[in-house]
């Protein structure tokens, strides 16, 4: 299992997430990114959103 970062639609908005370790835990840790700009239906967007902001990960 690999721990690179997932989506998430969480209340308000999307964050980007490691799937293990520091991070991680939704509603209790910050998140890597977070974004209240893509509306809560638009899953393409919001990933597309995630792409631009771990590409230096890649």
Do not use: C
């Amino acid at each position: 299992m690999s721990n690179g970062p997932t989506l998430h639609r969480e209340l308000w908005w999307w964050t980007v997430r490691p799937e293990m370790g520091k991070g991680s835990r939704r509603f209790v840790s910050k998140p890597m990114y977070a974004t209240r700009e893509i509306p809560g239906n638009d899953h393409d967007a919001a990933t597309d959103w995630m792409i631009d902001r771990i590409a230096h990960l890649l």
